[in-house]
């Protein structure tokens, strides 16, 4: 696949600190949100733009200089790969640290494409773990207590979560302030939400009673068809302000950012997709009193 121009990095990185400045996505002030908000990005419906939002969200934050943490809990290792990662290598892996009881900070890759940006990738072993962990008694809440011992050093926590309902995605919600949730401007975009909001509400009554919904964000949304309209408007109807005013524009470049090992703010930066993320950062950042 042909990437089109070979600019530099330096070239690169400056033209980010220009589209980032114009685009107000990069605000630098005294006041900051409480270190360490976790937000897990989940929707039980694969397709619907959940690891592009974990890594480009994630980019755009720590271009924003918030210190920010991704982690791969999917055991397709999506997001590993999107970011240029080796999903079995000589860093534990997030299944390491829930089956084999690493310490997360082990795990933790640090700047990764950028000096704000830190993962905690995927391995093939993940696949397995919702079996190996089954007879744990405190099997939902693993994650979240890996979590408290490095909460402090980062100021978002970006946890990418399977496409189903099962134990990983309990852990995700369990160990979140936040779940956002994507969903795709396409005919069957709002059915299974029902379901996936029903295990929110179990998470907050027996687990997790902070959870939060951090909000909606209507992702692959083509202004030219009338079905997107309809679908962001059935969206903003159902979820009221909970939905984010940024929605992610379908975008090629988008698609094939991943297959680079790239966050589409390097791949592409002058990308539609690249300015959805970095509006949809600004708007997170403000949100959290960040001005």
């Given at each position: 696949?042909?990437?089109?121009?070979h600019?530099?990095?330096?070239?690169?990185?400056?033209?980010?600190r220009?589209?980032?400045?114009?685009?107000?996505?990069?605000?630098?002030?005294?006041?900051?949100i409480?270190?360490?908000?976790?937000?897990?990005?989940?929707?039980?419906?694969?397709?619907?733009?959940?690891?592009?939002?974990a890594?480009?969200?994630?980019?755009?934050?720590?271009?924003?200089?918030?210190?920010?943490?991704?982690?791969?809990?999917?055991?397709?290792?999506?997001?590993?790969?999107?970011?240029g990662?080796?999903?079995?290598?000589?860093?534990?892996?997030?299944?390491?640290?829930?089956?084999n009881?690493q310490?997360?900070?082990?795990?933790?890759?640090?700047?990764v494409?950028?000096?704000?940006?830190?993962?905690?990738?995927?391995?093939?072993d993940?696949?397995?773990?919702?079996?190996?962990?089954?007879?744990?008694?405190?099997?939902?809440?693993?994650?979240?207590?890996?979590?408290?011992?490095?909460?402090?050093?980062f100021?978002?926590?970006?946890?990418?979560?399977?496409?189903?309902?099962g134990?990983?995605?309990?852990?995700?919600?369990?160990a979140?302030?936040?779940v956002?949730?994507?969903?795709?401007?396409?005919?069957?975009?709002?059915?299974?939400l029902?379901q996936?909001l029903?295990?929110?509400?179990?998470?907050?009554?027996?687990?997790?009673?902070?959870?939060?919904?951090?909000?909606?964000?209507?992702?692959?949304?083509?202004?030219?068809?009338?079905?997107?309209?309809?679908?962001?408007?059935?969206?903003?109807?159902?979820?009221?302000?909970?939905?984010?005013?940024?929605?992610?524009?379908?975008?090629?470049?988008?698609?094939?950012?991943?297959?680079?090992?790239?966050?589409?703010?390097?791949?592409d930066?002058?990308?539609?997709?690249?300015?959805?993320?970095?509006?949809?950062?600004?708007?997170?950042?403000?949100?959290?009193?960040?001005?």
């Open positions: 696949m042909a990437r089109g121009p600019w530099s990095r330096s070239v690169v990185m400056t033209s980010i220009y589209e980032v400045y114009a685009y107000g996505a990069c605000r630098y002030s005294e006041g900051r409480d270190l360490g908000r976790v937000i897990a990005i989940a929707n039980q419906k694969g397709g619907v733009g959940k690891t592009t939002t890594i480009n969200l994630g980019a755009s934050l720590a271009i924003a200089e918030r210190n920010t943490l991704v982690i791969d809990c999917d055991p397709q290792g999506n997001a590993t790969s999107g970011f990662l080796r999903k079995d290598g000589d860093v534990p892996s997030v299944y390491d640290c829930l089956v009881g310490p997360l900070q082990a795990a933790v890759r640090p700047e494409h950028f000096p704000c940006l830190s993962v905690v990738s995927a391995s093939r993940l696949t397995g773990a919702e079996v190996e962990l089954i007879d744990r008694s405190d099997r939902q809440r693993i994650l979240g207590r890996k979590i408290e011992a490095l909460r402090d050093d100021e978002y926590i970006l946890i990418d979560s399977p496409p189903s309902l134990l990983l995605t309990l852990n995700a919600l369990a979140a302030d936040a956002l949730i994507p969903i795709q401007c396409e005919f069957y975009a709002l059915e299974g029902s996936l029903n295990t929110v509400r179990l998470v907050q009554r027996s687990i997790n009673p902070g959870l939060e919904i951090e909000g909606v964000l209507l992702t692959m949304y083509d202004s030219r068809l009338n079905l997107a309209k309809q679908v962001a408007a059935e969206a903003r109807e159902y979820f009221g302000g909970k939905v984010f005013d940024t929605m992610i524009p379908r975008n090629i470049r988008l698609a094939e950012a991943p297959s680079f090992g790239e966050p589409i703010a390097l791949y930066v002058l990308s539609s997709g690249a300015r959805g993320y970095l509006s949809l950062a600004r708007e997170l950042i403000d949100r959290h009193g960040s001005s």
